[in-house]
């Protein structure tokens, strides 16, 4: 299964399937087999690239909505 990635509101990025995730010079990540994660996406966590869920207490506010889920679009 292709991986799919989630952009959480106010969150980390959730990735779900096949992946791999390899640091900068290619060394990949023991993700203990698991094929679901989360990276993220406040700068706070103390596990980056991994979500510790620290953004839930350092005040990140991120809301990522497609075009077509805004309100304005909708028909
Ligand atoms: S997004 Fe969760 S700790 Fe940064």
């Known amino acids: 299964m292709p991986a799919t990635i989630t952009i959480r509101n106010n969150g980390s990025i959730k990735v779900d399937g096949e992946f791999t995730i390899l640091d900068q010079d290619g060394n990949p990540f023991d993700l203990g087999g698991r094929t679901t994660i989360s990276l993220c996406r406040c700068g706070q966590s103390s596990n980056k690239p ?13 809301m990522i909505v497609h075009p077509r889920g805004t309100p304005r679009n909708r028909s």
Request: net charge negative; aromatic share 16%.
């Open 50 to 62: 991994f979500c510790d869920g620290s953004h839930k207490t350092c005040g990140f506010e991120s």
